[in-house]
């Protein structure tokens, strides 16, 4: 399997088995079907607009929250497929990823709104972003351009993401302790590019956090194997070390127009990324416009001691070389891409066009 990006499927602990995927998928199809031919549908207080993709875990639909006097309000709706709803380690997975995203305030991260449960079905509500995620534009661009993105427009995308790193690598409990979060799934598909020039993280469904009702025991791997740290994909222990490296497998990818890990197939790239970086790989970032080389090189270091420690040191490294006024130059590359494909709910009708969708098209919530 494949990602929307193009990246190798991630793997994961506890993937539910094939009869239990087949229902899922036929679950998903009948359902499309209905919101089709029929009545809309309806999650408690949300009446469902379209399906927009899905993942391993769920279905995806916009659906509009509506009120007295006119007032409505469309949000993205991640529903856990039927069969996946039967199988309680993936339940308790979906039940983390809605409190910790309820939790996480921030302007560089796609907020939880909701999370309800009608008859058998679990379902979360997210803010519906118009726009695309990095893999997309980087696809775009080259199809219109025959050029990666620029240096300049890289970094600040990797500066924003870093706030939004930083922000959840330092969240504590309500008595102050250490959350320890680690996001462990940081890729193009999951960083998303508003039409204003905003940049926001998404899909916290296997961010490694204390207190979750799900566990990953040591030695079970999940991820993207293409934007995997070493010791991730060597299933150790990981820290906010490997966020910091995943990101710069983002930042490389978009500025050299290919993956840093190369393969036939998700074994081989699993195989290069608990390998770690090569004396091949370092000239490949070498061969970089040379204002990201030393940044690359350290946030790419294959021990976690020699990379960035904290978002916020490799933000500092990258601050200096983002300019002012990035987030308007940025906005007008997505108008310049995408032009009138990026609307408003209101004016999108079904809403197929929402970027949030692409993203967690990819990521669909913890196990793919």
Do not use: W
């Not at 607009?49 to 991640?78: H, N, S, Y």
Request: proline share 5%; charged share 20%; with cysteine.
């Amino acid at each position: 399997r494949r990602r929307d990006d193009g990246a190798p499927a991630p793997a994961t602990g506890a993937e539910p088995d094939a009869p239990a995927l087949a229902l899922a998928r036929r679950t998903s199809a009948g359902l499309s079907t209905t919101i089709a031919t029929a009545e809309p549908q309806v999650f408690g207080r949300y009446t469902v607009l379209d399906r927009i993709g899905e993942g391993g875990m769920c279905d995806i639909f916009t659906a509009a929250l509506t009120g007295p006097e006119g007032f409505q309000r469309v949000f993205v709706l991640k529903r856990l497929k039927p069969a996946i709803a039967r199988i309680r380690a993936a339940v308790d997975q979906f039940i983390d990823e809605a409190k910790l995203g309820s939790t996480l305030v921030h302007s560089n991260i796609v907020p939880v709104f909701d999370f309800g449960k009608v008859g058998d079905g679990y379902f979360i509500a997210q803010e519906y972003i118009v726009g695309r995620n990095v893999g997309q534009i980087l696809e775009r661009h080259m199809e219109r351009l025959a050029e990666p993105l620029d240096a300049a427009t890289v970094l600040y995308i990797v500066h924003e993401t870093l706030q939004a790193l930083g922000y959840a690598h330092d969240k504590t409990d309500d008595a102050g302790a250490p959350l320890n979060i680690v996001h462990r799934d940081v890729s193009p598909g999951n960083v998303i590019v508003s039409r204003n020039g905003e940049v926001k993280l998404i899909d916290f469904g296997i961010v490694k956090a204390e207190g979750r009702v799900s566990q990953t025991d040591t030695g079970n791997v999940k991820g993207n194997a293409a934007y995997m740290a070493p010791e991730q994909a060597r299933g150790l222990a990981v820290d906010r070390r490997a966020d910091v490296f995943s990101l710069g497998l983002v930042m490389f990818r978009a500025l050299a127009r290919e993956p840093f890990y190369t393969g036939g197939s998700t074994a081989e790239v699993f195989y290069s990324a608990a390998s770690g970086p090569t004396d091949e790989h370092l000239a490949r970032i070498d061969a970089l416009p040379e204002v990201v080389r030393p940044i690359l090189r350290k946030a790419l270091a294959g021990h976690p001691g020699d990379r960035y420690a904290t978002a916020e040191e490799f933000a500092a490294a990258v601050a200096p070389h983002v300019a002012a006024g990035a987030q308007a130059t940025l906005a007008q590359l997505m108008h310049a891409l995408f032009g009138g494909e990026l609307r408003s709910p209101g004016a999108s009708g079904a809403g197929g066009t929402n970027a949030m969708s692409a993203g967690q098209r990819a990521g669909g919530s913890g196990a793919r």
